[in-house]
């Protein structure tokens, strides 16, 4: 099954490695398949705005592009609409008191704000307000306190409203083809560590199923086979380069040393890659290239959605 057709995905990973962008492009990729799209922000405030070049969104999604949603989540946001929806409490625009009480809640007891945001996020996908839900997920770590929510509160409470209000929201994150977790990783050591350590506590402690590795940032093979050659025969000294220096000066060193890092630097990310290949060898990867050009704003989103339907075709 294509990554694309679950209806919720959840992208995390270390700090840094491209959550935001990653969670971006994918919304943008599954637009341009003609879906009806969320893009969540759990974290890092207004940050998937700025990828878009948009203000930043509150609780209530906004459309941003024709059938791209943008919102961000807000707890205690969550809870309003929950007693309104359920309660029918006629809330004004402030919890006012019933916010300490929450406050007070939320500090004491586990999990609490986690269910609150998987819950508002899982009431969205149950209601079929949209094709896809895309969740740009805390970092690792604190992505599994969220994910394993309502497994949580299902040990915690045996019976009533609480457990039947947790229930389904665990057997929709439990289900593969519902809901799945992208993890975002680069092609470094620390990074990989991280990945395969995120992935291992994904498949203990929770029950969402991981369907993809995304690596973001993979440098560019520079030079086939018959230019690798080539340019290996111009990296020694000889007629040839004395010639080109004699013409071109120290420019022919700079412009040959360059290209000798690059080369270097891309076999040394091809071993972490390999690393992350035979450590998860069951979990699809998509590879993302390192972007040169101003690596932010929608351009740069554009970009890594069209190298990101390619891989997922
Ligand atoms: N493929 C890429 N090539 C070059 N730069 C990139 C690429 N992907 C992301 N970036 C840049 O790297 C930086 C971090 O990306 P991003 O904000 O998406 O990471 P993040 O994992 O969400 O970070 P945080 O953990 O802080 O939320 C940004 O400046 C982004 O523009
Ligand atoms: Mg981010």
């Given at each position: ?38 893009l969540c ?104 306190s969220q ?66 590795i995304v ?99």
């Amino acid at each position: 099954m294509g990554l694309l057709d679950r209806r919720l995905l959840f992208v995390t990973g270390k700090g840094g490695v491209g959550k935001t962008t990653v969670s971006a492009a994918l919304a943008r990729c599954a637009v341009a398949g003609g879906r009806r799209v969320l893009l969540c922000q759990a974290d890092g405030a207004g940050s998937l705005a700025a990828a878009f070049d948009v203000p930043p969104a509150g609780f209530d999604p906004v459309e941003i592009e024709p059938g791209l949603h943008l919102m961000a989540m807000d707890t205690e946001a969550s809870l309003r609409e929950y007693l309104k929806l359920h309660l029918r409490l006629p809330l004004g625009g402030r919890l006012g008191p019933l916010a300490t009480v929450f406050d007070f809640v939320a500090g004491a007891a586990p999990g609490v704000k986690e269910i609150l945001s998987v819950g508002k996020i899982a009431y969205e996908v149950r209601e079929r307000h949209y094709d896809l839900v895309v969740v740009d997920a805390p970092a690792s770590g604190h992505v599994i306190s969220q994910l394993a929510a309502p497994q949580g509160i299902r040990e915690l409470v045996a019976v009533g409203l609480i457990r039947n209000e947790t229930e389904w929201m665990g057997d929709l994150l439990a289900d593969p083809e519902v809901t799945a977790a992208v993890l975002v990783a680069t092609p470094e050591e620390m990074p990989v560590t991280e990945t395969l350590e995120l992935l291992g506590r994904i498949r203990s402690e929770t029950e969402v199923s991981v369907a993809a590795i995304v690596v973001n940032r993979v440098l560019p093979e520079l030079f086939n086979r018959r230019e690798a050659a080539l340019f290996d025969r111009l990296a020694e000294p000889g007629d040839w380069r004395s010639e080109l220096v004699r013409h071109n000066g120290d420019a022919v060193h700079h412009v040959l040393e360059a290209a000798a890092l690059a080369t270097r630097l891309r076999r040394s990310r091809a071993a972490h890659l390999a690393r992350l290949r035979d450590a998860a060898p069951d979990v699809a990867q998509v590879y993302l290239p390192f972007l040169f050009a101003r690596p932010h704003g929608t351009r740069a989103v554009q970009l890594l959605a069209d190298a990101l339907s390619a891989e997922l075709d």
